[in-house]
């Protein structure tokens, strides 16, 4: 793979979140040298290309296969881009990235959970691809209808969207059941928007289901942490989160995290493209359930109606 066949987007974030992103597309050598890095990142500035392939049970060349294929010229470029990296990083960010101990106190849970999450936020921001984004923003905003499939923690970031665009008026349905939603993408058509979610990009149930909304001439959106997974194979649009998984599946519940980053950068950007019909639609949704909120006052014109 050469440098230009780097996902867009992908190569303005950092290295790490970058060889994060295309783990799983790498070929099995080169994801043992990604391991190697990943795993003691601040010691990459101090080894010999060597030591890096002896390591990760390989060659040298592999190891300058495996910096091209993140985007870097060679191993030289990879050892400096990770030093930068490392000296952007505090000693506070380094404790809290690490992984959650069994013994570890209550405080220093928390403390490590908010970090990761908002370090999800962060990363997921900084490599989000903007025409990528305003692909799909214009595709949704166009749509005729929009389905969301989604299975496991994705399937709740599949409702999320799924209310937000309903409340601003467009037709959306959230699908978690693999016999559900392939019975719905058979029913699109050319002018429709299909969105799969999946953190691996690796759910099958997930990627079938797009690849028969796509099979019926509907426009293909996946939403995966890695930009080169198999649901990007059966995908017009891939928009892509980084986040980092840990212990006790923190990265689970962080990736959700960034699904919902991506979800409300895509929402905004639907809601400004139709921003009259949005306005109307917050307005009358808004008055709708205005009287279900404690301490609200009624409805004049409803007791206006009644002779009161």
């Known amino acids: 793979m050469a440098i230009d066949d780097v996902p867009a987007g992908v190569g303005s974030s950092s290295p790490l979140v970058r060889i994060r992103s295309l783990l799983p597309g790498l070929a099995k050598a080169e994801q043992r040298v990604a391991q ?3 795993d003691a990142p601040a010691s990459i500035a101090r080894r010999s290309i060597t030591d890096v392939a002896e390591t990760a049970g390989t060659s040298e ?3 300058t296969r495996f910096c091209k294929a993140i985007g870097v010229g060679g191993y030289p470029d990879l050892r400096i881009a990770l030093a930068a990296d490392t000296a952007r990083t505090s000693p506070r960010d380094r404790v809290l990235g690490g992984e959650i101990e069994p013994g570890e106190r209550l405080e220093q849970i928390i403390d490590k959970v908010a970090y990761a999450d908002a370090k999800a936020v962060e990363e ?9 984004l305003g692909a799909v923003v214009a595709a949704v905003a166009q749509a005729r209808r929009i389905d969301v499939y989604g299975v496991g923690a994705s ?8 209310q937000k665009l309903h409340r601003i008026g467009l037709t959306c349905f ?6 559900a939603a392939l019975t719905s993408a058979a029913l699109l058509r ?18 079938e289901v ?35 998984e840990t212990t006790y599946r923190s990265g689970a519940m962080a990736s959700r995290i960034g699904q919902l980053t991506v979800i409300d950068c895509l929402f905004i950007g639907v809601a400004q493209h139709r921003i009259e019909d ?19 006052r009624p409805d004049r014109r409803r007791h206006k109606e009644d002779g009161r």
């Open 155 to 162: 399937a709740f970031v599949g409702l999320d969207l799924q």
């Open 278 to 296: 949005t306005e109307a639609a917050l307005e009358a949704t808004y008055e709708a359930v205005g009287g279900h909120r404690l301490g609200a």
């Open 61 to 63: 060349t592999t190891v």
């Open 190 to 207: 050319e002018g429709d928007v299909a969105i799969g979610i999946s953190h691996t990009g690796a759910t099958t149930e997930t990627a």
């Open 174 to 179: 959230a699908w978690s059941d693999t016999h």
């Open 124 to 132: 997921t921001a900084g490599q989000l691809d903007a025409a990528e």
């Open 36 to 38: 190697v890095v990943l």
């Open 210 to 244: 797009l690849r028969e909304a796509g099979r019926r001439g509907a426009v293909t959106a996946a939403l995966t942490n890695f930009s080169r997974s198999p649901i990007t194979e059966v995908a017009d649009h891939v928009l892509t989160t980084a986040v980092r």
